[in-house]
């Protein structure tokens, strides 16, 4: 069984369209994140969420809005898609703090084109 | 502030022969360190971590580093390279903050 599932994997699109991406975690854990990758692989936390609760959120444009609607579950959508988004999107999760293991997610690969 | 330095954008070794990744950190707290390995087209996978017990941290697939606090350094080593350890290696910190503060990455290449 997959611990950490993103859908979709690959996500071309045009800018100005709206996406979301989907991420679950079976590992039963307590917090969930979001990163992004860009091109020079350079890995930078967007959003966390501890119990459905925002925790962390970084200097991201409001395009982007994380939902969570329960604990396994969070969610990135994105709204007015820019060509700098582009970039490859990863979930993570962990029992509860920092310090602790976060698992991540297969990532997906946003183009906007 | 946390941060990291990983010294080498890209490290070359022949298979069979030792690994070196450096990290430097910095940080106002004691930190923990992390390593993950991103192999291509994949998530990132720990390899190891610190948190504050032994300086000498074991991980997965031989690797192993080692917490150097009057050098501010956690180098990533392994004897013995071999041609599945061809990833992206990440030297992570983080602190009492609940976010991972990640390097920029080393690419390690690893030739027959």
């Known amino acids: 069984d997959t611990a950490v599932s993103q859908t979709p994997k690959y996500l071309v699109t045009q800018m100005g369209n709206d996406k979301s991406i989907k991420c679950e975690q079976n590992l039963g854990h307590d917090t969930m994140y979001w990163y992004k990758q860009d091109s020079k692989k350079f890995l930078k936390i967007m959003f966390s969420?501890?119990?459905?609760?925002?925790?962390i959120n970084e200097t991201v444009p409001n395009r982007f809005s994380p939902k969570s609607p329960d604990k396994a579950h969070l969610n990135l959508h994105i709204n007015s898609l820019e060509l700098g988004d582009s970039a490859v999107y990863f979930c993570?999760?962990?029992?509860?703090?920092?310090?602790?293991?976060?698992?991540f997610g297969p990532g997906t690969r946003l183009t906007v084109l | 502030a946390q941060s990291v330095t990983q010294l080498d954008s890209h490290v070359s070794v022949s298979e069979g022969t030792p690994v070196l990744l450096r990290c430097n950190y910095s940080s106002s707290y004691s930190p923990s360190l992390f390593w993950y390995v991103q192999h291509p087209n994949k998530g990132l996978q720990l390899l190891l971590k610190y948190t504050s017990a032994a300086t000498l941290v074991k991980g997965i697939n031989g690797f192993e580093a080692e917490f150097k606090k009057s050098e501010t350094s956690f180098h990533l080593t392994k004897p013995s390279a071999h041609m599945s350890d061809a990833a992206e290696y990440f030297c992570v910190v983080t602190s009492f903050t609940d976010k991972l503060i990640f390097g920029t990455g080393t690419r390690l290449q690893v030739f027959p």
């Open positions: 993570a999760s962990s029992q509860s703090l920092a310090l602790d293991t976060q698992y």
């Open positions: 969420y501890n119990n459905k609760e925002l925790i």
